[in-house]
């Protein structure tokens, strides 16, 4: 190698070198692991939750279900309360359903379109004392959320196969087409 060669093979170790320190500040700076996983509480040591994990499209088990800190969305499981379970529907017949788990209260746009965020899915996502209510506004999307009881326009998720209590009526799948969510869930009527 020729002292041309030398010098050129220098300044491309000392340019990688700074890129790595420059890309490391930057993971740092956004507190991610290096997968595109964020750190929970900006602590380097607090425990790895994904910013989106995908639920796949009309798997065959997408839900309701769970407990206080996990719930079935599709093919995959959110971190509750970090995660909502975003649904999207694709307007063909029969309707298809596609789910992804996401940190914060925006839903990505999922297939045609996003038609649910689900923060609960039933009685069993809430703490005691509170239902799962969901709600569609102006916009289309219905939100589901633990609330003490839920309000005028708004309805009570629930679980047909945990047995879930109703507030009022009983559980059914029969007009979850209201809300836009597949027929594995359930409302009060």
Same mark, same amino acid.
């Given at each position: ?58 798997? @065959? ?9 996990? $719930?079935? +969305? #599709? /093919?995959?499981?959110?971190? &509750? ?55 569609? @506004? ?9 609330? $003490?009881? +839920? #309000? /005028?326009?708004?309805?009570? &998720? ?32």
């Amino acid at each position: 190698m020729d002292a041309a060669q030398q010098r050129r093979m220098d300044i491309l170790m000392r340019a990688s070198l700074a890129l790595l320190v420059l890309l490391t500040g930057c993971r740092q700076a956004l507190d991610l692991d290096g997968y595109g996983v964020r750190k929970e509480g900006g602590s380097p040591d607090g425990p790895m939750v994904p910013t989106f994990v995908d639920g796949g499209t009309d798997p @065959p088990s997408p839900g309701p279900g769970g407990n206080t800190t996990a $719930m079935p +969305c #599709g /093919a995959a499981t959110c971190v &509750l309360p970090l995660h909502q379970c975003c649904i999207g529907g694709y307007s063909m017949t029969p309707p298809f359903f596609t789910f992804a788990c996401v940190t914060g209260d925006q839903c990505p746009m999922l297939a045609d379109d996003t038609i649910a965020g689900l923060h609960c899915s039933g009685n069993a996502n809430c703490a005691q004392g509170t239902v799962c209510c969901i709600r569609t @506004p102006a916009m289309k999307t219905a939100f589901a959320r633990c609330q $003490m009881s +839920c #309000g /005028a326009g708004e309805a009570q &998720l629930c679980d047909a196969k945990a047995g879930d209590t109703c507030i009022t009526g009983t559980c059914k799948s029969d007009n979850i087409s209201k809300w836009g969510l597949p027929p594995s869930y359930g409302v009060c009527e």
